[in-house]
């Protein structure tokens, strides 16, 4: 951890305390509320000591918040809790190193709390000094895709990110909906390693359909969306559907700028895939149990299924259909007009607040 | 393999900094990644290798601190650790656990000269 002290060469052999401070508090109100917060102060002195208190409010009520703080400070310690814990562990934080930027002689000791990355240095100590970072490694690409969002919401274009194995039949399911559909003010992105042969097949529905080869990447990223929405963006309050790479991991952790993500598990694969892939399940909003026609000839069972997937995200919307026979087909497409709808009101509702803003003078 | 494409991620977070913060080597990079983070960590450190090369973090160690996953217990009102998502609660096995803590993809600090 330290090249200062010596201390805590990795996080496991360092001063890792988890607190957890149970509080219970007697409201005079009748409401009250569980929150479950898990705040994770990490402290950018030499001792590189990470303290995780999570603070237990137990209040008896009807709903339930869950918070999750990610607090980055840079401050001095200087507690002063006036809380009655259930522990009796007595921390008195006394730092008397030298926190601020290297090269920056009698710099005032940040408190800036969460803000960009701060340098650490023990003077006299060592040459090297730490650096503060703590970003999150995907913060380029998240910025990006919040972007597309936007660019995309302030069109009222309804972007769907399309993603499940290889093979679960994502571009037939795609042709059959957009047929269903019909193909005015709807575009296309289709994610592949390689070849442009899905790009092709949307195309003869009469869709614009732009083809983004990754090649050895496994997933689509929100730049290669960005770069490709000036030739396939969809009038406004049209439809995107953005295909992913055919796969159930990657995608997963990338934010493209979509409205949701789908996605598609056909019966002729495994009904345990939602355990086996749980990250993809997680971070969907709707999953399409797909090629149902099929079920009978095959050993899948549905319900198992459903439960799987619920049990890894309970806000999971489910529905089952299939493009061969068109069962459940009209289920999607109402899903689809339903979240058009909710994004042409909140884009609605801002262009209000828009106009109002500069009505006021 | 997106690990790769993180660990690009990485080298241009840390190239940005190096201009910030005026510095010219990093001889450590640590990360924290957290159990549900989807990151095979050996995978990682590979192409953590491979992407530093020619930067201003090329031969730095890589330190990886995992965050165990967290989740918050409907049935018993509290903060648990879980193994993995779908886990059911360790204490009281309900399947009312709502996740709090494990996805984190953080590059924490560096160590620079």
């Known amino acids: 951890m330290c090249t200062v002290c010596g201390c805590a060469e990795t996080g496991d052999q360092g001063h890792a305390h988890h607190h957890e401070h149970a509080h219970s508090h007697e409201h005079e109100h009748d409401h009250s509320h569980a929150h479950p917060h898990d705040h994770e102060h990490t402290h950018p002195h030499h001792h590189g000591h990470s303290h995780s208190h999570g603070h237990v409010h137990a209040h008896a009520h009807a709903h339930a918040h869950s918070h999750d703080h990610d607090h980055d400070h ?4 200087d507690h002063a809790h006036s809380h009655s814990h259930y522990h009796d562990h007595a921390h008195s934080h006394s730092h008397a190193q030298v926190h601020g930027p290297a090269g920056r002689a009698g710099a005032e000791p940040s408190l800036d709390c969460g803000a960009g990355p701060a340098g650490v240095e ?69 994610g592949d390693q390689q070849t ?88 969907a909003s709707l999953m399409l149990l797909s090629k149902v026609d099929l079920a009978p000839h095959v050993d899948f069972d549905m319900d198992a299924c459903e439960a799987y997937a619920r049990r890894i995200n309970p806000e999971l919307e489910i529905l089952r259909l299939s493009a061969t ?15 058009r709808e909710a994004l042409r009101q909140r884009a609605l509702a801002r262009a209000r607040q828009h106009l109002a803003m500069l009505e006021q003078r | 393999m997106h690990e790769l494409s993180l660990c690009q991620s990485i080298v241009e977070l840390i190239e940005e900094q190096a201009s910030v913060q005026a510095f010219e080597k990093v001889t450590r990079v640590c990360l924290e990644i957290g159990a549900l983070s989807c990151v095979e960590p050996e995978a990682l450190a590979f192409g ?65 000269v």
């Open chain 1, 122 to 190: 023990v003077a006299g100590v060592s040459q090297r000094r730490l650096v503060e970072i703590e970003t999150n490694i995907l913060a380029r690409n998240d910025a990006i895709a919040e972007g597309n969002r936007q660019r995309l919401e302030a069109d009222g274009v309804l972007a769907l990110n399309l993603v499940s194995s290889p093979g679960s039949g994502k571009t037939t399911l795609l042709v059959d909906t957009i047929r269903r559909l019909g193909a005015e003010g709807v575009a296309v992105i289709e």
């Open chain 1, 74 to 77: 840079d401050h001095d310690h």
């Open chain 1, 196 to 283: 442009a042969n899905d790009a092709r097949r949307i195309r003869e529905t009469g869709v614009p359909a732009l083809q983004v080869n990754t090649g050895k990447g496994c997933h689509l990223d929100a730049s290669m969306v960005e770069r490709a929405l000036p030739q396939v963006s969809p009038p406004g309050l049209g439809l995107l559907f953005i295909e992913n790479v055919g796969n159930l991991v990657c995608p997963a952790g990338f934010d493209l700028g979509e409205d949701a993500k789908v996605v598609i598990l056909s019966v002729t694969e495994g009904e345990d895939k939602p355990l086996k892939y749980p990250h993809m399940f997680a971070a």
């Open chain 1, 325 to 339: 026979s068109g069962e459940g087909m009209d289920a999607w497409l109402e899903w689809i007009d339903a979240r």
């Open chain 2, 48 to 112: 953590f290798d491979l992407s530093t090369r020619g930067s201003v973090a090329e031969g730095a160690t890589l330190d990886i601190v995992n965050v165990p996953a967290t989740a918050w217990c409907f049935g018993c009102n509290r903060t648990v650790d879980i193994a993995q998502r779908g886990d059911d609660c360790p204490l009281c096995s309900s399947a009312r656990l709502h996740v709090t803590g494990g996805e984190e993809l953080r590059v924490k600090e560096l160590e620079v």
